[in-house]
């Protein structure tokens, strides 16, 4: 139960839902009107590496790491149940809670 807990707590705060179609389109516009740089972003869910479809629900990282909904839930909830930081498969960036101390 408490892994649970912890489970909702990083997804909440870590992470954002998004439909993959409407996240791409969103950083396109974002990018042509104020950003310089070129924006890149892969085709792959790092995870499963299998190809993001428009339909699909996502999950971007505070890292603004895109993966499939189920695949990064998964990814966390192996590394909950293993004791392991939860951590970006991506970057290795720290998703858990704030350290104390």
């Keep these: 139960m408490k892994e649970n807990r912890k489970m909702q707590r990083i997804i909440n705060s870590k992470t954002t839902v998004c439909n993959f179609k409407e996240y791409i389109d969103e950083k396109r516009h ?32 505070v890292c603004e790491h895109t993966f499939h909904d189920e695949c990064l839930v998964k990814w966390l909830e192996h590394k909950i149940s293993k004791s392991e930081e939860p951590d970006c498969p991506e970057c290795r960036g720290y998703l858990g809670e704030a350290k104390s101390g």
């Design 30 to 61: 974002h990018c042509e009107n104020h950003d310089k740089h070129e924006y890149e972003q892969t085709d792959l869910c790092c995870i499963c590496v299998d190809e993001f479809e428009d339909a699909d629900s996502v999950r971007v990282t």
